[in-house]
């Protein structure tokens, strides 16, 4: 749906909203020092702060679009 543009709105509230408690769940597997896997990007991937900031800056982008979404409320003519 993001990428046709369709339901713009929605589509990025659920897509930030996935990241959101996916990315806290690894920070919170980071913060307890437990070593797992991700498998974001491949197999046998630990979670790391290379990991964090990686899926930390797709979650403020997601953030950023949804932001976007919904100050480009269309105006009737």
């Known amino acids: 749906l993001l990428m046709i543009g369709r339901w713009s709105r929605t589509a990025t ?4 909203g ?3 408690v996916l990315f806290s769940l690894m920070v919170r597997a980071f913060t307890q020092g437990k ?3 991700c498998g974001c990007f491949g197999p046998n991937e630990m979670i790391s702060w290379k990991t964090l ?7 403020a982008g997601a953030l950023f679009l949804t932001v976007v979404a919904f100050r480009n409320r269309r105006t009737p003519a």
Not at 13 to 16: G, K, Q, Y
Not at 53 to 59: A, F, N, T
């Open 53 to 59: 900031l990686r899926d930390g800056s797709m979650l």
């Open 13 to 16: 509230v659920i897509v930030s």
């Open 18 to 20: 996935l990241l959101l």
């Open 35 to 37: 070593e797992i896997s």
